[in-house]
C-alpha cells in the first residue's frame, strides 16, 4: 500500500562500543550485530545502559570507545541528523506548536524537500499508520496512541535504514499497549524495516522481537531469540527476568557427553549439561513445568504452604527440601490444603543448568 | 556524507583581513573606505595592504595564518587533514592577531623589553576596526569548525561555535578587563618599587582601619562595606520572610497587592528611594521641618552615613529576599507539616521543627543573594553615604577624583572581587546542599498549614508597617517632583518636567527637543535597544549550551559564566576604562563600550530566563528534530526558538529595562555624546537639583512599568512549551 515506504532495512554493527561518562561506565564496550530487516529488543532494568545505547546508535550521544557501522558504512563520527536512522521517543516529542502533518513532514523538508511534495509523502505515511486525515490537528488534539503513531509516521517517512524506539508503549494504557505492540510488529515485518527497540518489559520484548539483548550492569548478559532466552538463559539473572522462575540448588554428580546427572534434593535429573562442570550447580524451574501429584517415587516431595485461586489457574506455594517452590497449576490446585503432602514433578522442558 | 565546507567563515576572515580596514576609523567608515586595498594611509588600509605597501611585516603572520587554514576550509580531503589545516590556521590567526595586537601599541612596542629586544619600530598603529574584528571573529569560528571536525562536541559545528563565541566573549569582556585592573595593583608609584607600592596601596588604614572600635572616626571602607552588607542583608531576609510568610501561608486579603512590591526594584531607577529618604528625612525633609515646627528640635543630618544607606537599602533589597523566598516558603512540601501535625506537634513545634529548619539554605540564599546586591550598590551610598565610604563609592572617587589613582581603585576592586566571589562560592555551596526542599512534584499534595498565632503576629506587626513606609517613601519620592523647592517653596509645579523634557516649536515648523533630559533619555532608550536583542541572543544561547549539550567542559564554562556574574558592575566599570583604553580594543568613550558593558552586566537576566524556559521544554524534542535531519541551527529555529517565545520576550525586556536603571559600571563609562538617564540624575542629585532628579526618574519609572505592563499583555501567563505527559482525555469524536 505505501510505495513512500520502501527500503529495506540495514546492518548495525556495533563494534566494541562503550561510552563513559568521566569515571561512570554507562556502557561497557561491547560487540553486536543486528541483521537487516530484523527486530531487536534491548532489554534491562532501569539503569542498565540500554538507553545510552540507543542512542548511541541514533547520533545523540557520542560513543566514547568502538565503532558502529550501519549498512556497512562507519557512522562513528557523524552526528545525527547525518546518520539514515530516526527515532520514536519515549515522549514522543511530537512538536506542539505544529500541526500533525508539519510534524511528518518536518524531517523531509529539513532534508530540503519543497513543502507541498513533502505533505504529499507525509499524508502517505499517515496513513500507513491509519491516520488518514488527521494531518490539520494539533498534537495536543489527539489521544495518546494517536501520538504514538503520528510518533512512528514520522520516523517512518524519512525512509530511515534503521528505525529505534525508545520505550515507545510506556505512557500508553496497558490494552492499548497491547494492540500497538502488535501494530509496531506487523508494520515492520510489512516494510521489512530494520528495528532496534528498548523496553524493560518482557513480555513486550517476548512478543515483538526476533531477537532480545538483555542487558545488565551496562553489558550484554545475554542475547539471542525470544525462545532461547525463555528456555536458555545462561544466568538466573536473565532467567528470572525474562519470567517467573524458581532457582533452587542442586549437584552435578556426572557427564556423559551433552547430558547430565544432577541431583536435586533425593532425585536424580537427566539435564542437557550446557557445558557446566561437574560440582555445585543452580537449577532453574519455570513454575508452569511443574505437575503437583500425589507423593509418589520420582516426584520430589512438598507441603503445601499456600494455594490461590486465579481463575485461570492456581498459584501454589510449596516447601520442599531443596527450599521454596512457585508453581502454576491448573485452578483445581487451589483447592490443596496448607500442610498437605504431595509430590511435584518436573518437566525437563521447563528446567535448565545454570552456573552457581 | 562530506562534512560541510567552512567556505563562508573563511571568506569573513578573508574579508576582514585583506579587504576592509584593520583598524579603527577616527571619523567612522564611509562606504568607499571599506575598500581598504590599495589605501595610501597606512591606518586606513586592510592588514595585507599594510604589509605589502607600508611595510608592516607583523601582519604577516596572519596573512599566512588565513592561507593555512584554506585547504581546510574547502570541501575537499579526509575530516581530520582538513581539522588539522582548521586547527593549525585558525590557532596561528588568534595566536598572531593578539600578539600583534598587545606588543604594538600607539607609542610603537607597548613595553620596554619588546624595545630592547628589537629595537625601536619607528611606527605604531591604533585599536582594530572593522577589518580586525572580521578577522578575529573569522579565525575563532574557523577554530571551533575545526574542532568539530576533529569529532569535539559531538561533531557538530554549531555547538561548537556557540561554545567557541560564549568563552571569546567572556575572556575579551571579562577575563581580560579584570585581570588588566588587577595587575594594576603591581604598577610602582612615584619613589616606590612595585612591591613597595602593591604593599602600601594594599594595607592602607583607610581600607582595613578598626580605629572607629575604639575612637569617634570612620573605620576603614572593607569594615564599613562589611558592616553595611551584613546589616543590610539580615535585615532584609527578615523582612523578606515576614512577607513570604504572609503572603504564601496566610488569607491576607492584599496579598496580590504585596506581590506586586517584588517588580519595584526592577523597574526603581537605583537612587529614587535615597531621595525619598532625603525628601523625608533630610535637612529640609518633612520629618524634620515637622519636629522643628512642633518641637523644636534640631535633629540635623543623621540620615546621611550608615543609617541612611542601610535604611535606603533595606528598602530596595527587601523586594528582592521577597522574591526568593516566596519560592523557598511554596517550595516545602506540606506533606511533611502534615506529618508532623499527625505526630501530635503542635502548629509552633512543627512551624519550629519543621518548617523553619528546612527554610534554612533558602534563607542562606537570599541573605547572600541580597548581601552582594549590598556590596556591589552604588546609588545608594553615592546619594546617602556622606563620608560614610564603602568600596563602590571609594573606587569611583580614586577613578574621578583628583586623586586619579588607578593603583588605589585597582586594590579597592581586587578587595571587593574577593568579597563578591567568596560570597558567591558559599552561594553556591548552600543552594547546592537544597536538595531535601522537595520539588518532585510527585505526591505533593497536602495544605500548607496555617502559621502559629504568634509567628503570624509577629510577620503582620513587622511586614505591613514596613511596606507602608516603602510607599510613604515612593509617594514622597515622586511628589517630590511637583514641588517648587521641597522644603521652602511648596508651590506645587510642573516646571522641574519642563525643565527636563520641554517641546519647542522652531519657527520652521519643526519640534525641537529643548528639555535638557532629552539627550540622555534618548541615547539611554537606543543604547538598550540595541543591547537587549543581543543580551537576549546570547543568554539564551548560553542557555541552550548549557541545558542542552553535554561536551568536554561544560561544568567549566557554566562555572566561568557563574563567575563573571559575580563581578560587582563598579570593577567592572573601572577594569573597562582601564582595559578599553589602549589598543588593541580601543573602545573608551565610544557606544560600543557602554553596549558592552550592557549586554553583559544583564546577560544573567537571559541566562536565567532561557535556563528557566527551557527546564520546561522536553529535551526529546530537539532531539526529535535533530534525528529528523534538521541541522541544530534548524533545530532551535524551528522548534526550541517558537516554543521559547515567552522566555524571548521576557528576557528582551528584562535586559531593556535594567539597561536602563543601571548606573554601578555605567557612571565609568559616560562620554558627553554618550551620557546615560542614570548618570545624569545622579550628577543632578549631587548638585543639590532634587526637582529635575526626580522629575526624571518619575518619567523612567513609568517608561518601565509600561514597558513590563505590555509583555505581561503580550507573553501573559501563555504555556506553550508544557506537554502533556500523560495521554489527555479526548473531546467527543476523536478516537481513531
Same mark, same amino acid.
Not at chain 2, 151 to 155: D, K, S
Not at chain 2, 715 to 721: D, E, S, Y
Given at each position: 500500500m505505501s510505495h513512500a515506504i520502501a527500503k529495506p532495512g540495514a546492518e548495525v554493527r556495533l563494534q566494541g562500543i562503550g561510552k563513559r561518562y568521566g569515571a561512570v561506565q554507562a556502557v561497557k564496550p561491547l560487540d553486536l550485530t543486528i541483521e537487516g530487516g530484523t527486530l531487536v529488543t534491548l532489554l534491562g532494568p532501569s539503569g542498565c545502559g540500554k538507553t545510552t545505547l540507543l542512542r548511541m546508535i541514533a547520533g545523540l550521544e557520542q560513543a566514547t570507545d568502538g565503532r558502529l557501522f550501519i549498512g556497512g558504512r562507519d557512522v562513528t563520527l557523524l552526528p545525527a541528523g547525518a546518520r539514515n536512522v530516526s527515532m520514536v521517543f519515549q515522549s514522543y516529542a511530537l512538536f506542539p506548536h505544529m500541526s500533525v502533518l508539519d510534524n511528518v513532514a518536518y524531517g523531509l523538508v529539513s532534508s530540503g524537500m519543497r513543502k507541498r511534495d513533502a505533505h504529499g509523502r507525509a499524508e502517505t505515511a499517515l496513513e500507513t499508520v491509519g491516520l488518514k486525515g488527521f494531518g490539520s490537528r494539533l498534537p495536543s488534539e489527539m489521544s495518546g496512541g494517536q501520538q504514538q503513531r503520528v510518533a512512528v509516521a514520522r520516523a517512518l517517512v524519512l525512509e530511515p535504514e534503521v528505525l529505534l524506539f525508545d520505550e515507545p508503549l510506556s505512557n500508553l494504557d496497558a490494552r492499548l499497549r497491547r494492540s500497538m505492540r502488535e501494530e509496531i510488529r506487523a508494520l515492520q515485518q510489512r516494510l521489512g524495516l530494520t528495528v532496534v527497540y528498548v523496553t524493560h518489559d518482557q513480555s513486550e520484548a517476548l512478543a515483538v522481537s526476533d531477537r532480545i539483548v538483555v542487558m545488565r550492569n551496562a553489558e550484554i548478559a545475554q542475547a539471542g531469540t525470544p525462545e532461547e532466552l525463555y528456555s536458555q538463559p545462561n544466568s538466573v539473572f536473565v532467567a528470572t527476568f525474562m519470567g517467573e522462575a524458581n532457582r533452587v540448588p542442586g549437584r552435578i554428580e556426572s557427564i556423559d557427553g551433552d547430558r547430565a546427572r544432577v541431583a536435586l534434593g533425593g532425585l536424580v535429573l537427566d539435564l542437557p549439561a550446557r557445558g557446566l562442570p561437574a560440582g555445585p550447580v543452580d537449577i532453574v524451574i519455570r513454575p508452569e513445568a511443574v505437575r503437583v501429584s500425589a507423593a509418589e517415587p520420582g516426584a520430589l516431595p512438598a507441603r503445601v504452604a499456600r494455594a490461590t485461586y486465579m481463575g485461570s489457574h492456581a498459584e501454589c506455594h510449596f516447601e520442599t527440601e531443596v527450599g521454596s517452590v512457585f508453581v502454576v497449576a491448573p485452578r483445581g490446585a487451589a483447592r490443596l490444603r496448607p500442610g498437605a503432602e504431595v509430590g511435584l514433578v518436573l518437566d525437563p522442558e521447563g528446567v535448565v543448568l545454570v552456573a552457581p | 556524507m562530506k562534512a560541510p565546507s567552512s567556505l563562508y567563515t573563511w571568506s569573513v576572515a578573508a574579508l576582514g583581513t585583506l579587504i576592509l580596514p584593520w583598524h579603527m576609523q577616527q571619523d567612522g567608515v564611509a562606504l568607499g573606505g571599506l575598500m581598504a586595498l590599495g589605501q595610501a594611509d597606512p591606518e586606513a588600509a586592510s592588514a595585507l595592504w599594510q604589509a605589502i605597501a607600508h611595510g608592516r611585516f607583523w601582519f604577516w603572520p596572519v596573512l599566512a595564518a588565513l592561507a593555512l587554514a584554506l585547504p581546510g576550509a574547502l570541501p575537499f580531503g579526509s575530516a581530520a587533514r582538513r581539522a588539522g589545516f582548521l586547527l593549525a590556521g585558525a590557532g596561528l590567526g588568534l595566536a598572531a592577531i593578539v600578539s600583534q595586537g598587545l606588543a604594538i601599541g600607539v607609542q610603537g612596542w607597548s613595553t620596554p623589553w619588546l624595545t630592547a629586544m628589537f629595537g625601536e619600530l619607528g611606527d605604531r598603529q591604533f585599536g582594530v576596526g572593522l577589518g580586525g574584528t572580521l578577522a578575529f571573529a573569522g579565525f575563532v569560528l574557523l577554530l571551533t569548525d575545526g574542532l568539530a571536525l576533529r #569529532? %569535539? %562536541? =559531538? #561533531?557538530d559545528r554549531f555547538v561548537s561555535g556557540a561554545v567557541g563565541v560564549l568563552v571569546a566573549s567572556i575572556i575579551l569582556f571579562t577575563a581580560w578587563p579584570v585581570t588588566t585592573v588587577l595587575s594594576q595593583m603591581f604598577t610602582p608609584r612615584g619613589d616606590l618599587s612595585t612591591a613597595a607600592a602593591l604593599a602600601d596601596r594594599l594595607f592602607d588604614q583607610k581600607i582595613w582601619g578598626l580605629s572607629c572600635v575604639a575612637a569617634n572616626v570612620n573605620c576603614g571602607v572593607f569594615w564599613n562595606t562589611l558592616l553595611l552588607a551584613t546589616s543590610t542583608a539580615s535585615a532584609a531576609t527578615l523582612l523578606g520572610l515576614c512577607f513570604a510568610l504572609i503572603v504564601t501561608r496566610t488569607g491576607f486579603p492584599l496579598r496580590r497587592g504585596l506581590r506586586l512590591l517584588t517588580v519595584l526594584p526592577i523597574i526603581t531607577p537605583p537612587f529614587v528611594i535615597g531621595l525619598g529618604l532625603i525628601l523625608i528625612f533630610g535637612r529640609s525633609g518633612v520629618v524634620n521641618q515637622l519636629a522643628e515646627a512642633m518641637f523644636g528640635l534640631e535633629l540635623g543630618r543623621w540620615i546621611y552615613g550608615f543609617n541612611g544607606v542601610f535604611l535606603a537599602q533595606v528598602f530596595s533589597f527587601t523586594p528582592t529576599a521577597f522574591l526568593v523566598l516566596i519560592g523557598v516558603v511554596e517550595g516545602i512540601s506540606p506533606t511533611m507539616e502534615e506529618a508532623s501535625q499527625t505526630l501530635r506537634a503542635s502548629r509552633m513545634r512543627t512551624f519550629s521543627s519543621v518548617t523553619l529548619p528546612l527554610m534554612v539554605p533558602g534563607l542562606a540564599n537570599a541573605w547572600l543573594v541580597v548581601f552582594v546586591e549590598s556590596l556591589a550598590d552604588f546609588g545608594n551610598p553615592i546619594v546617602l553615604g556622606g563620608s560614610f565610604g564603602v568600596l563602590s563609592t571609594e573606587i569611583f572617587f580614586a577613578v574621578v577624583g583628583a586623586q586619579q589613582d588607578f593603583g588605589r581603585a585597582a586594590v579597592l576592586a581586587a578587595v571587593m572581587l574577593v568579597v563578591a566571589l567568596v560570597a558567591f562560592m558559599v552561594q553556591r555551596a548552600v543552594v547546592g546542599t537544597r536538595s531535601y526542599v522537595s520539588m518532585t512534584g510527585k505526591g505533593d499534595v497536602g495544605l500548607p498549614q496555617p502559621l502559629p498565632r504568634r509567628v503570624k503576629a509577629v510577620a503582620f506587626a513587622v511586614a505591613i508597617p514596613w511596606a507602608l513606609l516603602t510607599i510613604i517613601v515612593y509617594t514622597m519620592a515622586l511628589a517630590g517632583a511637583f514641588v517648587r523647592v521641597w522644603g521652602r517653596d511648596w508651590t506645587p509645579t510642573l516646571s522641574h518636567f519642563q525643565r527636563a523634557f520641554a517641546l519647542e516649536w522652531a519657527p520652521s515648523g519643526a519640534l525641537i527637543f529643548a528639555g535638557g533630559a532629552w539627550h540622555s533619555l534618548f541615547t539611554t532608550i537606543q543604547l538598550a535597544a540595541v543591547a537587549a536583542p543581543l543580551t537576549a541572543g546570547l543568554g539564551l544561547l548560553a542557555a541552550w549550551v548549557l541545558t542542552r549539550q553535554r561536551f568536554a567542559g561544560r561544568t567549566a564554562l557554566e562555572f566561568a559564566l557563574m563567575l563573571t556574574f559575580a563581578v560587582p558592575g563598579t570593577v567592572i566599570g573601572v577594569a573597562y576604562i582601564l582595559t578599553y583604553n589602549i589598543p588593541p580594543l580601543e573602545i573608551t568613550g565610544t557606544a560600543t563600550i557602554l553596549v558592552v558593558c550592557f549586554v553583559f552586566r544583564n546577560l544573567p537576566v537571559g541566562v536565567r530566563s532561557g535556563v528557566a524556559a527551557m527546564s520546561q521544554l522536553d529535551k526529546s524534542l530537539d532531539e526529535a528534530a535533530v534525528t529528523l535531519r534538521a541541522s541544530t541551527f534548524r533545530a532551535i529555529r524551528t522548534v526550541v526558538l517558537p516554543l521559547l517565545k515567552p522566555a524571548i520576550v521576557t528576557a528582551l525586556v528584562y535586559s531593556f529595562v535594567r539597561a536602563m536603571t543601571t548606573v554601578s559600571a555605567v557612571i565609568f563609562l559616560v562620554s558627553a555624546e554618550y551620557e546615560m538617564a542614570t548618570v545624569f540624575i545622579i550628577n543632578r542629585v549631587i548638585n543639590g537639583d532634587y526637582g529635575l532628579a526626580i522629575a526624571y526618574c518619575a518619567v523612567l519609572i513609568v517608561l518601565m512599568m509600561t514597558a513590563i505592563g505590555l509583555i505581561n499583555l503580550l507573553? #501573559? =501567563? !501563555? !504555556?506553550? #512549551?508544557r506537554r502533556q505527559a500523560a495521554p489527555p482525555a479526548l473531546p467527543a469524536g476523536g478516537r481513531a
Open positions: - | #569529532g %569535539f %562536541f =559531538r #561533531g507573553v #501573559g =501567563r !501563555r !504555556r506553550l #512549551g
